[in-house]
């Protein structure tokens, strides 16, 4: 889980990446809760997605945004975040060429920016979205979703409600030819304390199920 250094548009970002064992192992981009609430790389869930995507031979980054950690820059309302994400992609890509898939995952403030970024990154095979604070923060730019993904949220939620996660998981599976693998955690809170087990079960469910059955997931990847 080697520390690495990229250059983003305010200044260097620090990461944690670790390679796929072959060249075509597929990428994954993994990003962080809000920075004015406390969230960095290092967070509980973000950490526990990482995992489950460097268990299943992906090659991952995970990151801390700009004025997060040793990310030099300064909050920037998601704008600056988005950019910083979009830089994390483009290093994740040069190093892996002939990766065979594109994934992107976040957490909270972190799956609004992934989903910002899979509406203009087209080599963005799925998401997982976890937390989507759609009570807070503009979903609308979902129009349309570009690909299939999973979303995943707590029913007790004390920050985002369910209903309001449920009302946008409706929008989206009625868009043609997208599939919202939802998946709500009983008891869970907003940071799925004492459930990030449950949680991580249904990340790895999710991918094991792309992995071996993509057809079934509503796309395709590349062998």
Known sequence: MPEVLFNGPAGRLEGRYSPGKSPTAPIALVLHPSPQHGGTMNNKVVFNVYQSFTSRDFATLRFNFRGVGRSQGSYDRGEGELADATSALDWLQTINPAARSVWVAGFSFGSWIGMQLLMRRPEIDSFISIAPPANMLDFTFLAPCPTSGMIIQGDQDEIVPEPSVAKLVHKLSYQRGIKI????????????????????KAVESYLDQALFNPASMGFALSA
Do not use: E, L
């Open 181 to 200: 693998d939802y998946r709500v955690i009983q008891g869970a809170d907003h940071f799925f304390t004492d459930k990030t087990d449950n949680m991580q």
